[in-house]
C-alpha cells in the first residue's frame, strides 16, 4: 500500500498491492481491517450489485493484472479505480465485448475496467480528481498515450461534464447488463482538462502539484 495524494485533512489517494502467492485472495480477504486490493474488490462487487451490474467474474479477473486506486474519506474506503496496463496485459478487458477494435499501440493504452465510488460520495468532484489525477501521473511516468473506459450513454454525458475529453470509439454494446460504448481520450487532452481546472483553483492547483512529485526538475507543469 502506498500513499499517493493528500487532500486536505482527510481525502486520500492510495495505491494498493496484490499479495503474492497461490493462496494470496484468501489470505488477503481475511484482513478485515486492512486497507487491501481484497477490501477494495468487495467495494466494486456490492456497487455493482446495489446498481443492478451483471460483471460476473469480470473484476476478480482482473485483479491480479490490474493496478488498482482506492479514494479514502479519513478511515472509510470510499471507492476508487481498478486500471489495466497493455504493457502488462496485452489482451486488455474490452476485447471480451469489442473484439474487432484494435488501438494502435496497445502497450501505450491503459483500460479503466471501473471506476465506482459508493453512493454517499458520488458527484464530489474532490473525490473523483483526485483519481483522475493519479491516473495521469501513473500513464505520464509509463509513457501511456491512450485510456479507454466502457460508459452507458448517461455516464459519458456525466463524465464530460466533468471534463474528461471522451471519443466513442465501439457502439452501444451489451456490458454488464447494461448498453455501453467504448471510449477512448488521449492522456495530453486528460493533462490539458488538469491544466485548465489548476489555472482556475487555488486547491486543484495544490493537487496536481502533487501529480508532478516525481517529475524531473524544470519539466512544464502548467
Avoid: N
Avoid at 180 to 202: E, N, T
Amino acid at each position: 500500500m502506498e500513499h499517493l495524494i493528500q487532500i486536505g485533512p482527510c481525502v486520500t489517494v492510495v495505491a494498493l498491492t496484490p499479495p503474492a502467492g497461490a493462496d494470496a485472495s484468501a489470505a488477503d480477504a481475511c484482513a478485515a481491517d486492512a486497507l487491501t486490493v481484497e477490501a477494495l474488490v468487495q467495494v466494486f462487487e456490492q456497487i455493482a450489485r446495489d446498481l443492478g451490474w451483471q460483471p460476473g467474474s469480470a473484476i476478480r479477473d482482473c485483479r491480479t493484472a490490474a493496478e488498482h486506486l482506492a479514494v479514502m474519506d479519513g478511515g472509510t474506503l470510499a471507492g476508487g479505480m481498478q486500471v489495466v496496463f497493455g504493457a502488462d496485459c496485452p489482451a486488455l478487458p474490452y476485447r471480451s465485448v469489442w473484439p474487432e477494435m484494435e488501438v494502435a499501440e496497445p502497450a501505450a493504452t491503459a483500460h479503466i475496467t471501473i471506476l465506482a465510488l459508493r453512493p454517499e460520495y458520488r458527484g464530489w468532484a474532490g473525490m473523483f480528481w483526485p483519481l483522475c489525477v493519479e491516473l495521469w501521473r501513473r500513464c505520464r511516468t509509463r509513457r501511456v498515450q491512450t485510456i479507454l473506459l466502457e460508459a452507458t450513454p448517461p455516464t459519458l454525458r456525466l463524465y464530460r461534464r466533468l471534463g474528461w475529453p471522451l471519443e466513442i470509439i465501439g457502439g452501444l454494446r451489451a456490458h454488464w447488463g447494461e448498453d455501453c460504448y467504448l471510449c477512448r481520450m488521449d492522456v495530453g487532452h486528460v493533462a490539458a482538462a488538469l491544466a485548465a481546472k489548476a489555472r482556475r483553483s487555488a486547491s486543484y492547483h495544490r493537487l496536481i502539484e502533487q501529480a508532478y512529485r516525481d517529475a524531473v526538475p524544470g519539466q512544464t507543469r502548467f
